[in-house]
């Protein structure tokens, strides 16, 4: 009940923009990404160094291939003048493709050929007019799963674009080439952009009164925790007798507690930090732990009959089993963490999930975990 209180009168955590994707015909695309050219391509500059055709209409288009087309967008969008703040915390995005051809869709499926490849560049910029300064680019390869909807068009899912851990800049710009559509090298009606309907990039980021709201609490709690803490051990090192097991436990969980608490978020306010996500679920994995021993090392302590509790040593190796299942959870997630959010501190447009294959891999291993923890 508080907790549906809480998300009636708090702030939204999240909020979700959308962005269609406009249209430049260049020369070479391909190699103003690859080259990493500092002249990314907005409205404002395509007629400079494009053929001077901005996307009018897709008819307008038609007589051009694929690899001579740049798709852009700005985030947030130049006409709303608004500016992306570093209280967002970090900056997701998903891109959707929409097909008008129900027999592209069709053929794409029958044929297994769902296989997407584009290159991408990112650029950013403090000011609304200023030249844009170069973020990172890359080949990126996703997979298609396209249907239907009421309005006849083949909405594909949207699969994951990039990830930025921390939003440091207030203007960011997205370039995209797709070299060729699935089958539009072997199908001539599928060459070009015959069979897409619209390109639309989803951004997802942290409201910012939600974002102070969280700093808020856990700057108030930081020390009030870490006050408790000290007291604790304080409490538990002037007696004469050795530590508890359960003793122990405690101080670990509460050390780990106070670490999770720290406000080390507002170091985005001053300072690009990409690897505040990594940092944040490695905290928090780590209370976690913290947390399921000292439940399981409280009740096997408690659960212990007199004459047990008079021959047990209190170590942490009567636990072994237990622990072990613990043990192996946070490893297999510390191992997936690193193979997601670890790679794109480097590489934001990493995805595990980007293709079937890596998500095959992904849920095995999860269910691979899920099965270890019932037999055990």
Known sequence: MLTRCASYLGPTSTAVTSHEMAMCVLPDPLDRIREGSLDLIDEDNCNAFGSGDVSRSKQHLQAYPMKNIMFYTQIPSKLSRHVMS????????????????????????????????????????????????????????????????????????????????????????????????????????????????????????????????????????????????????????????????????????????????????????????PWLLVLNDFRQGVLVASLFSFWIILVGEHKRAPQEEKDHTGHIGNYWKEMGVVSLSCIFFFVYEFCERGIQVAFPFYSLWGSAGSRTIAVSYFLAEFCYYIMQ
């Open 86 to 273: 570093r209280w967002f915390q970090f900056l997701i995005t998903d891109l959707g493709m929409q097909f008008s051809s129900g027999e592209y869709a069709e053929k794409v499926t029958k044929f297994n050929a769902n296989k997407l490849r584009f290159e991408i560049a990112m650029g950013y910029r403090d000011d609304h007019s200023g030249p844009w300064h170069h973020l990172t680019q890359g080949n990126v390869s996703r997979t298609l799963s396209c249907r239907p909807n009421t309005w006849g068009i083949y909405s594909c899912d949207h699969f994951p674009l990039f990830e930025l851990g921390s939003c440091h800049y207030k203007h960011y710009l997205v370039n995209i080439v797709f070299p060729s559509l699935p089958l539009g090298d072997i199908v001539d009606d599928f060459r070009g952009l015959a069979p897409l309907s619209g390109v639309i990039i989803y951004e997802v980021h942290q409201t910012v009164g939600f974002t102070k709201l969280w700093l808020t609490i856990k700057a108030a709690l930081f020390p009030v925790v870490l006050i408790m803490l000290c007291w604790l051990m304080n409490r538990l090192s002037s007696q004469t007798k050795p530590l508890a097991l359960t003793e122990k436990s405690l101080v670990v969980m509460g050390i780990s507690l106070t670490v999770y608490n720290a406000p080390v978020e507002l170091l985005s306010l001053y300072i690009d930090a």
